[in-house]
């Protein structure tokens, strides 16, 4: 496959265009300065400088014909104030999807995050500060929207991010219980999640586990779809 990585310099990004690359893929990794371009090249990547919350769609698809699939992985960051959690988390995966469309594109993977529900009607959970309300909020308008879209659509919401080592075992779900997961974990079941169809349409919850990536993706796909 050859697949379009949004936000490919993050630290997830890179990951995963590691374990892409692993499997034998093609990436197009999208970032947005000139600084980023070498570490993926160095991983094998065919790099584009693309600003998400810039640049049209146009411009952004024309980097992305020929390829297979599409994944959002970009984020503002930390230190990032309400503003650009909308500007990046939700109006860049839209901005990603327009592109998309216009190049052909139709298998997208969002990454989202546990809590989105949280949010919904205008809720603010208790304990939480604004900025990671308004992220929350971002994340959940980017999946209503995307979800309205003609795409095969696959959303993994991971927990709390760690940098610790990837066990390679998750538990991976439509709903789990709140925990963490290593980003070499999230990257892993990505990869997976892109190789696997049948996970067009679901959204997926994702903590440490005990199952084996490929099995639990296996596990969360529809009975019907089996």
Known sequence: MRIVVAGAHGKVGQLLVHALKERGDGVVALVRSASQI???TDLGAE???IDLEHDDAADVSFTMRGSDAVVFAAGAGPGSGAERK???DRAGALLLADAAELAGITRYVLVSSMGVESVADGAAPDGVDDVFVAYLRAKAAAEE???SRDLALTIVRPGRLTDGEGTGHVRLKKSVDPGEITRTDVAGVLAE????PRSAGLTLELVAGTSRVDDAV???LPKDAL
């Open 38 to 40: 070498l570490p993926l």
């Open 47 to 49: 790099v584009s400088l």
């Open 86 to 88: 909308d500007t990046v």
């Open 145 to 147: 929207e995307l979800r």
């Open 193 to 196: 999640v892109l190789h696997e």
């Open 218 to 220: 296996y596990k969360a």
